[in-house]
DNA sequence: GATGAATGAGACTTCATTCAT
DNA sequence: TATGAATGAAGTCTCATTCAT
């Protein structure tokens, strides 16, 4: 039931963003009652938080598949900025959810705050394992997830013409260098 | 008076979003009536429009005038990493009208497009200017925007603990690869 | 307008208790949409406030009416104990607000006690006037207005079988006593 | 198990009013399940009419109590004006009960009527053992509860400024006088 | 140009009550 | 006896928008 009512709030939420849905949308959508509603969740920013940690526990677990397949590191990244701003459902998910955590909501703050460090510290590990020796596997981590989530953004407004190998080959560019060679001047 | 309630409107969304501020409180801020404010805007939308040609005008000054300092490459894009993720009320502004714009907002949606669009063509001309003989600069300035807005969003959920110069350390190595170099194994 | 909505929840309040009375059935009585009332009422509680208002101004005016009769004091104490406590709509609402400023209401207590304190002052000044020399004036005006809300609450609760002339009859020995006369062992 | 419903019960009415408290306020207090309360009792005014009974129950028994101690009757009554004012918890309930009693809850009203009946006729019972050759006790009994009442109010409302020992004064002379002497022009 | 009173649709929330287990 | 999930009706409040002045 509980589930049930999350599954109608993420496709709501999806579609028209977190504002916009309303609690007789999502009760109708869930083929159930708005007192049941309110029995399962106090608050509508209750059911949001819930369908928040649904969100980002599914982003969670691609990004460790994506992690453990074995796959060379360019080819990891590449499947990362291709997957997650394609995903045009959870692009905009994301981006509403983002923009719920961003005012009036410090609970969600600290979902978000906490799931992005466990991304970068997942990301880390990942870029040591297969690239031993990085200068700043940090800087690098942060720079990838600003550069998905910025991909998110230029996609949901329609703007990304560009294939993603371009990006990927960059990334394997700076993925080369950051392995500690010798800095030359340009 | 339309500049008065554009910036009453403006700090109004900065501070709460688009959704949650009223026109009443809209008005009361600029110190004129509601009837006033339906006489110089005929929609919500309307000024939510407005407001964002000012905000995104804002913007592509900044940009213009960062790139036409003369500085060396990697200090422009260094201070634009700088600068903008950092800006936390235009930060807040810009992912508020985002999702305005992803949602029930074609007109807003397009203006997006167009803004994006005319950044990415400004930075590739700039970086074709500094540095000749790029490879591939229009995913470089893609991958810029996109690393940008990223950071935006982590500043605002208060992820961001590396320091701007470790980024842009990242940024020179790929700037220095990017103008041509043979591909080497890594 | 104001005026309207306010005679509107006054008649509302008397009959049902200010709990049970909706805005939706204030607005149909007053021939006003539920919009209009919020217009001018942000809150229930500011409505309820302004119900008191004219209420305690109404109770006001009239006591001062019957302390500026010249009437002899039992007279005048005679009629308060008639008049008061059987005004049946005016008792009604005066039980429903009591019980609205007993509980979170602080403003509406403020409001009660301002009011109680002023009707002790002009019955205190009253009673100066029209017999000098009385012992404790204060305390014999506090029990007056006690006696009346009592008997307020016993005529709601349709239990008072005795006429009134029996209490004026009360008071009067009351009166006469408190005139300072020597205490008598009875 | 009943007993224990109707002590949160009563509990909550105090604090918040019968309105206020819902049935799962009152089930929680009590630790149970709000199945189990609708299984002691069928609806809301079955409970609001159990804790009536414990409340007038109580005050009936102190009223008793205060009758029988074989105190001089001007000891009795300064007691009452102590005791009964001054309790703030039972004020409060009372205020709350007699608020439902007079709207919507015809049994409610019954029992208060009869209570309050019975409350005069043990007064004047009293009265008449402890002063005899009262002229009028009915009405003697009938001010004194009113009086109990008004200031009850009073002291809700925060009103009370007025030591009781000199209501007690007010007291001892009327019952001085209304042992029969001959009426004094004042 | 400017005002502010009026509106209606709808949002979130509350809660007494029912009922299968 | 006891439970708790489910419900539906209703309550307070919000707000973009209209319109006569």
Redesign the pocket.
Same mark, same amino acid.
């Given at each position: 039931?509980?589930n049930r009512i999350i599954n109608s709030a993420s496709e709501l939420f999806t579609e028209k963003g977190v504002? =916009?849905? #309303?609690?007789?949308? *999502? #009760?109708a959508k869930a083929? *159930?009652? =708005?007192?049941? /509603?309110?029995?399962?969740?106090?608050?509508?920013?209750? /059911?949001v938080f819930a369908v928040t940690e649904m969100h980002m526990e599914n982003l969670t677990q691609n990004l460790l598949k994506l992690l453990n397949t074995g796959d060379p590191p360019e080819e990891i990244v590449g499947k990362l900025f291709d997957t997650v701003p394609n995903a045009e459902t959870r692009s905009r998910l994301h981006i509403y959810l983002v923009r719920e955590a961003v005012t009036e909501n410090r609970e969600l703050l600290k979902k978000f705050h906490d799931i992005y460090g466990r991304w970068k510290k997942m990301l880390i590990k990942g870029l040591n394992e297969v690239i031993p020796g990085l200068e700043d596997p940090e800087a690098l981590a942060g720079f990838f997830i600003a550069a998905v989530d910025g991909l998110v953004i230029q996609n949901l407004l329609s703007i990304n013409e560009v294939e993603t190998e371009r990006y990927v080959k960059l990334i394997k560019l700076l993925l080369k260098n950051e392995k500690g060679e010798e800095n030359v001047k340009y």
């Open positions: 039931m509980r504002e =916009k849905t #309303s609690l007789a949308e *999502i #009760s083929n *159930i009652s =708005k007192g049941t /509603l309110y029995y399962h969740f106090t608050t509508k920013n209750d /059911l």
